[in-house]
Every structure is written in structure tokens, then in C-alpha cells.
């Protein structure tokens, strides 16, 4: 395992990029086939013969898990405790995967997502009770690990606080483009979606001005142009009458 040093990317919110670089570049330099466990698809677990296994097969086996050992020991040197939860157990190119799905994201999309997948876990069928507590930390883990590590717990109420507003909002057309509009924002907080509440409410109220002023301007139209028909209808008949 490669040793903390000066040189060394860890992982935090909005580095993706560069901790990619530096983990890509960290294994290729490592002696070991530590990459190939990384990119693609990944280096499937050769498979080695339970009753008469070749010196071929164990020689295979042994590099593929140096390369795990290597590839894990770097990634687990760069990231922080929460990531570490995050990946326990899992294998190299598991834990690559986990750690991307949780970071290679804009960072108000990151969060909102995962908010989202943490206010929907629910118990299932026959699932037992552990089970389903470990889905909820494995949720925990993951929205840990897309906050600044400088998150306080009056930042992190305000950033709930700024997801359930967005996510009991009425179902409308409107209401769904202010979602996704702020999804896509660096910083989803309950001060942003004050300003934007504002703005939008402002925004509303005009349109709706503007558009009863243009309905009744139709209605205007509509009422002058019926009783010129009504005049000329008037006036026929007074016409028709003098006639007979």
C-alpha cells in the first residue's frame, strides 16, 4: 500500500477528476496490475480448479488478488472514513464503481439524488430488520460522502430542510422546472431556495397580472365587437321596419 505522502489526492466533494487522475496514475506505477482491476469492466476473479488446479491457474490467481490488494490499498489511502464505510467488503473494481457513483457528479445533483434515495428506503417484503437498517447506512454513507468535510449539522438541516421544499412541491409543470433547475445548482441550501422562492414567486405573480390584464383585454375585444354586431343587427331590423 502506497504511504500517505504530500503527493497524495484524497478524495473529496468536487475533486472526481483529479482523484481519477492520481489513482489511475498510482497503479499503473505500482508494479502490479492494480489499473486492470480499475478500468473497463474490471479483471474478473480467474478461476482456479477445486479438485486439480494447473501452476498456470494459481500463478493467475496470485497476481489477480496483488493487483485487488494493490489497487484497494490505494484507494483506501486517498478517501476518507465515510468513503471507507461506503466501501467495505466490496472489491476493487466494486468499490471504484461505488465511490464513483457517489462523487462524479455536479455536487446539488449528487446531493439531491441521494437524498432522494434515502427518504425512499422502506422495509420490504420478509426483509429483516438488520437488512433493512444497513440499506439506511449504506444511504448515510453515501450522502457523507457528497458533503464538504467542513459540513456542520445546521448546514446539513438546511440542506434537508432545502430538499423536502423542493420534493413535496406541487405537482405541476411549473413546480417541475424549478426542480430541476436547482438540481443542477453547486450549493442546494435553504438560503439558495429562499432567494429562488422569492424570485419565482415574483416571476408568477407578474405573469399571472400580465396574463388576467391580457384576458381582459380579449374579453374587451370580444364584448366591443358583439355589440357592434348587435348594433348592426339593430339597425337592420329598424331598417326593415321602416320598409313594411
Not at 97 to 107: E, I, V
Not at 115 to 129: C, P, R, Y
Not at 130 to 154: N, V
Not at 223 to 230: F, G, M, P, V
Request: proline share 2%; net charge negative.
Amino acid at each position: 500500500m502506497p504511504s500517505t505522502t504530500d503527493k497524495t489526492v484524497v478524495l473529496t466533494e468536487g475533486n472526481w477528476d483529479a482523484w481519477e487522475s492520481y489513482v489511475e496514475d498510482t497503479c499503473l506505477s505500482s508494479g502490479q496490475l492494480a489499473w486492470k482491476c480499475l478500468e473497463g469492466s474490471g479483471w474478473t476473479e480467474p478461476v482456479v480448479s477445486t479438485t486439480s488446479p494447473t501452476d498456470f491457474e494459481r500463478k493467475e490467481h496470485l497476481e489477480w488478488e496483488k493487483s485487488q490488494n494493490a489497487a484497494k490499498g490505494i484507494i483506501r489511502s486517498s478517501i476518507s472514513e465515510p468513503n471507507k464505510r461506503l466501501i467495505k467488503g466490496m472489491t476493487a473494481f466494486d468499490a471504484y464503481a461505488a465511490l464513483k457513483a457517489a462523487h462524479n457528479l455536479s455536487t446539488g445533483d449528487c446531493q439531491y439524488q441521494l437524498l432522494q434515495t434515502f427518504a425512499s428506503i422502506h422495509q420490504t417484503h420478509k426483509e429483516n430488520l438488520p437488512e433493512y437498517l444497513s440499506r439506511s447506512q449504506i444511504a448515510r454513507d453515501h450522502l457523507l460522502t457528497a458533503l464538504p468535510s467542513t459540513t456542520t449539522a445546521a448546514d446539513l438541516l438546511s440542506i434537508i430542510v432545502a430538499f423536502f421544499s423542493l420534493q413535496n412541491l406541487e405537482d405541476t409543470k411549473e413546480n417541475q422546472s424549478l426542480r430541476d433547475t436547482l438540481q443542477r445548482t453547486t450549493n442546494i441550501s435553504e438560503a439558495t431556495l429562499e432567494t429562488v422562492h422569492r424570485k419565482e414567486q415574483t416571476l408568477r405573480t407578474t405573469n399571472a397580472i400580465v396574463a388576467k390584464q391580457e384576458s381582459a383585454k380579449r374579453v374587451k375585444v370580444v364584448n366591443a365587437a358583439a355589440s357592434r354586431e348587435d348594433s348592426n343587427s339593430n339597425s337592420n331590423n329598424n331598417n326593415n321596419n321602416n320598409n313594411n
